[in-house]
């Protein structure tokens, strides 16, 4: 199975893209903010949800992959490399918002909630871009069975989301007057997840494929 320094370094890739601006931060940051932390909650859980299938269909078509063009690996290696490139440029790019702000929205029952929470994630680009571009720079099919391996890297992202997007949803009112109190450290925290990103782009599309 995946060693485990590489899956160390997915989870922390996991949590640095968990922190970059997105819908799904933003969603349950202002859903809790608005409508108070069970909103934030149950919103959470309809984006696991979506989590969940955005896993399985990347885990299927990603072992259909390794097994039909070997050399797909590449491709996918240089298109996980230009989407963190993207998203260090969204981060830092004038006018950009950072995902600890949040926005207005109207109070809705937990069934919808619960729907808004998961279609957000369904329809999210950027899970699923992550889940196509990122999961093969960590799996080797010497290793084992690709889709066991992108189902563990699936579990893992989704924990660490699952636990960041928690706490986000538990304190938001704080942390988001913090932030509006202390507009340096928003500003701050975009530039910082930029250069991160950037530098991990560069490593991943440096770094030669490992022998099947």
């Given at each position: 199975?995946?060693?485990?320094?590489?899956?160390?370094l997915f989870a922390g890739t996991a949590l640095l893209l968990v922190l970059t601006p997105g819908p799904n931060m933003i969603y349950i940051l202002s859903r809790s903010i608005c409508q108070g932390r069970g909103a934030g909650v149950i919103s959470l859980f309809g984006v696991v949800a979506g989590f969940v299938v955005h896993m399985?269909?990347?885990?299927?078509?990603?072992?259909a992959i390794f097994m039909a063009v070997p050399f797909a690996y590449e491709l996918l290696k240089?298109?996980?490399?230009?989407?963190?490139?993207?998203?260090?440029?969204?981060?830092?790019?004038?006018?950009?918002r950072s995902p600890f702000e949040a926005k207005e929205l109207p109070p809705d029952a937990p069934r919808k909630l619960l729907l808004m929470g998961f279609l957000t994630n369904l329809l999210n680009p950027k899970v699923a871009i992550f889940y196509l571009s990122i999961?093969?720079?960590?799996?080797?099919p010497a290793h084992g069975s690709v889709f066991l391996q992108s189902v563990t890297l699936g579990v893992?992202?989704?924990?660490?989301?699952?636990?960041?997007?928690?706490?986000?949803?538990l304190s938001a009112a704080g942390i988001a007057s913090w932030f509006a109190r202390n507009p340096f450290w928003l500003a701050a925290q975009r530039r910082v997840m930029g250069f991160v990103l950037a530098?991990?782009?560069i490593r991943l599309a440096l770094e030669q494929r490992r022998a099947a």
């Open positions: 199975m995946i060693p485990l320094n590489d899956l160390l399985l269909a990347a885990a299927i078509g990603l072992s240089y298109a996980g490399a230009l989407y963190l490139l993207w998203l260090a440029w969204q981060a830092v790019k004038p006018g950009a999961f093969p720079q960590f799996v080797v893992t992202q989704i924990s660490v989301s699952f636990v960041v997007n928690l706490l986000i949803a530098a991990l782009a």
